[in-house]
Protein backbone atom coordinates (compact mmCIF):
# COMPACT_ATOMS: atom_id res chain seq x y z
CA UNK A 1 0.00 0.00 0.00
CA UNK A 2 1.54 3.48 -0.92
CA UNK A 3 2.27 5.81 1.71
CA UNK A 4 4.43 8.48 2.63
CA UNK A 5 8.75 8.19 2.22
CA UNK A 6 11.21 10.39 2.62
CA UNK A 7 14.52 10.75 0.65
CA UNK A 8 17.47 11.88 2.33
CA UNK A 9 19.51 13.22 -0.48
CA UNK A 10 17.94 14.77 -3.84
CA UNK A 11 21.38 14.28 -6.03
CA UNK A 12 20.48 11.64 -9.05
CA UNK A 13 20.20 8.79 -7.31
CA UNK A 14 18.01 10.45 -4.71
CA UNK A 15 15.49 11.93 -7.66
CA UNK A 16 15.40 8.23 -9.24
CA UNK A 17 14.08 6.95 -6.17
CA UNK A 18 11.81 9.30 -5.94
CA UNK A 19 10.61 9.05 -9.70
CA UNK A 20 9.94 5.40 -8.90
CA UNK A 21 8.36 5.75 -5.98
CA UNK A 22 6.31 8.16 -7.37
CA UNK A 23 5.34 5.85 -9.87
CA UNK A 24 4.45 3.45 -7.40
CA UNK A 25 2.18 5.38 -5.71
CA UNK A 26 3.99 6.84 -2.97
CA UNK A 27 3.88 10.62 -1.15
CA UNK A 28 7.36 11.41 -1.93
CA UNK A 29 9.09 14.12 0.16
CA UNK A 30 12.52 14.85 -0.46
CA UNK A 31 15.54 15.97 2.59
CA UNK A 32 18.28 17.75 0.17
CA UNK A 33 21.43 17.34 1.92
CA UNK A 34 22.44 20.82 0.71
CA UNK A 35 20.09 24.12 0.04
CA UNK A 36 17.83 23.46 -3.30
CA UNK A 37 15.17 24.95 -4.25
CA UNK A 38 11.79 24.37 -2.77
CA UNK A 39 10.63 21.60 -4.92
CA UNK A 40 13.05 18.85 -6.56
CA UNK A 41 11.85 17.03 -10.23
CA UNK A 42 7.90 17.96 -8.37
CA UNK A 43 9.37 16.60 -5.05
CA UNK A 44 8.51 18.92 -1.93
CA UNK A 45 11.59 19.63 -0.32
CA UNK A 46 11.46 19.64 3.63
CA UNK A 47 13.84 21.54 5.80
CA UNK A 48 16.19 19.50 8.75
CA UNK A 49 13.47 19.76 11.51
CA UNK A 50 10.69 19.13 9.45
CA UNK A 51 12.43 15.88 7.66
CA UNK A 52 12.87 14.76 11.26
CA UNK A 53 9.31 14.96 12.13
CA UNK A 54 8.41 13.37 8.74
CA UNK A 55 11.26 10.53 9.30
CA UNK A 56 9.06 9.24 12.65
CA UNK A 57 5.88 8.82 10.56
CA UNK A 58 7.12 7.85 6.81
CA UNK A 59 6.28 4.25 5.51
CA UNK A 60 9.91 4.36 4.71
CA UNK A 61 13.14 6.80 4.65
CA UNK A 62 15.64 6.06 1.48
CA UNK A 63 19.36 7.49 2.01
CA UNK A 64 20.62 8.77 -0.40
CA UNK A 65 23.87 10.53 0.11
CA UNK A 66 27.06 10.29 -0.39
CA UNK A 67 29.07 6.92 0.79
CA UNK A 68 30.91 8.97 3.86
CA UNK A 69 27.25 10.31 5.11
CA UNK A 70 25.40 6.94 4.99
CA UNK A 71 26.03 5.72 8.37
CA UNK A 72 25.89 9.39 10.02
CA UNK A 73 22.34 9.79 8.33
CA UNK A 74 20.92 6.31 8.86
CA UNK A 75 21.69 6.87 12.13
CA UNK A 76 19.82 10.01 12.32
CA UNK A 77 16.42 9.07 11.23
CA UNK A 78 16.57 6.29 13.33
CA UNK A 79 17.56 8.28 15.99
CA UNK A 80 14.03 10.35 14.82
CA UNK A 81 11.88 7.66 15.01
CA UNK A 82 11.72 6.05 11.44
CA UNK A 83 11.00 2.34 11.75
CA UNK A 84 12.14 1.23 8.06
CA UNK A 85 15.22 2.72 6.50
CA UNK A 86 16.56 1.73 3.16
CA UNK A 87 20.11 2.77 3.15
CA UNK A 88 21.90 2.84 -0.93
CA UNK A 89 25.05 0.40 -1.25
CA UNK A 90 27.45 0.26 -0.19
CA UNK A 91 26.06 0.75 3.42
CA UNK A 92 29.50 2.25 4.41
CA UNK A 93 32.95 3.14 3.74
CA UNK A 94 34.55 0.14 5.64
CA UNK A 95 33.95 -2.32 8.28
CA UNK A 96 34.19 -0.27 11.49
CA UNK A 97 31.71 2.31 9.85
CA UNK A 98 29.22 -0.20 9.47
CA UNK A 99 29.65 -1.43 12.80
CA UNK A 100 28.89 1.65 14.13
CA UNK A 101 25.61 1.31 12.23
CA UNK A 102 24.57 -2.08 13.83
CA UNK A 103 25.82 -1.39 17.36
CA UNK A 104 23.00 1.61 17.06
Known amino acids: MPGLVLIRG ?7 HARVLRAMGHDVRGWPVRPRDVDVDDVPLLSDSDALA ?4 ADLVVVST ?17 RRVLVEKPVAPTAADAERLLSH
Open 10 to 16: MGSIGRR
Open 54 to 57: AAAV
Open 66 to 82: DTARHVDDARRVLDAGA
